[in-house]
């Protein structure tokens, strides 16, 4: 299975994670990497399964290259499209707008028909409000935070990667009745 995973990050962190996501994955799956700083909407249709990073900035808004790039991403048609979100924040700091990217994201890829992936629970944050908890007690997609709880990182990751696999292939033998690698 091929993977694009489509990033934007501002000071490097987004961009450490997508690596340590391709290295993570990489004995399974071929993960074709992205930065969105030069997006073009083309090259993301050409994947079904996409995974899609980024960070928040000045209380609740896109990281820069996301924001000059989201009227192109709202163009692309989601439909038969799966899509794992992960977001880098703070949220001690901007504890009210934790992560709000990742749930700016995920309201238009649900829009425009994508299935989202890698749920993951908001138990251990200290937030008081995100856009990405679409639902109570869940994040639309993976929390890192290298700002507060920089030691957890690794290991979320790791975890969130063994559970968007494991999503990815159930999808797959949902819709073709069979995964080969
Ligand atoms: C001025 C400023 C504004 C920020 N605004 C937010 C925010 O609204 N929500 C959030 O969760 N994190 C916010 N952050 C934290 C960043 O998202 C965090 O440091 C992240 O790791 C940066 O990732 P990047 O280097 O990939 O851009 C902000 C940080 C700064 C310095």
């Known amino acids: 299975m091929r ?4 990033f934007g ?3 490097g962190r987004t961009t450490a994670a997508a690596e340590q996501i391709k290295e993570t994955l990489s004995n399974k ?3 074709d990497m992205f930065d969105v700083v030069d997006f073009d909407k083309n090259e993301l249709e050409k994947y ?3 995974i899609i990073g980024l960070s928040t900035w000045f209380d609740g808004e896109l990281q820069s290259d996301w924001d000059t790039n989201f009227n ?4 692309v048609d989601f439909t038969n499209k799966v899509v794992a979100l992960y977001g880098l924040g703070d949220q001690i700091v901007y504890c ?6 990742v749930g700016i994201l995920a309201e238009q890829i649900l829009k425009k028909g994508g299935t989202l992936i ?4 908001t138990e251990g944050y200290l937030h ?8 109570d007690g869940v994040f639309c997609g993976l929390a890192l935070d290298e700002d507060t709880q920089e030691e957890m990182t690794a290991e979320r990751i790791v975890s969130w990667c063994e559970q968007i696999y494991n999503e990815f292939i159930a999808l797959e033998i949902n819709l073709h009745g069979a995964y080969s690698q």
């Open 3 to 6: 993977i694009g995973l489509f």
């Open 9 to 11: 990050s501002d000071t």
């Open 29 to 31: 799956l071929t993960i």
């Open 48 to 50: 079904d399964h996409l």
């Open 72 to 75: 192109e991403f709202c163009e």
């Open 96 to 101: 009210d707008y934790f992560i709000d990217g």
């Open 118 to 121: 890698g749920k993951w629970p």
């Open 128 to 135: 008081t409000d995100s856009k990405a908890e679409l639902e």
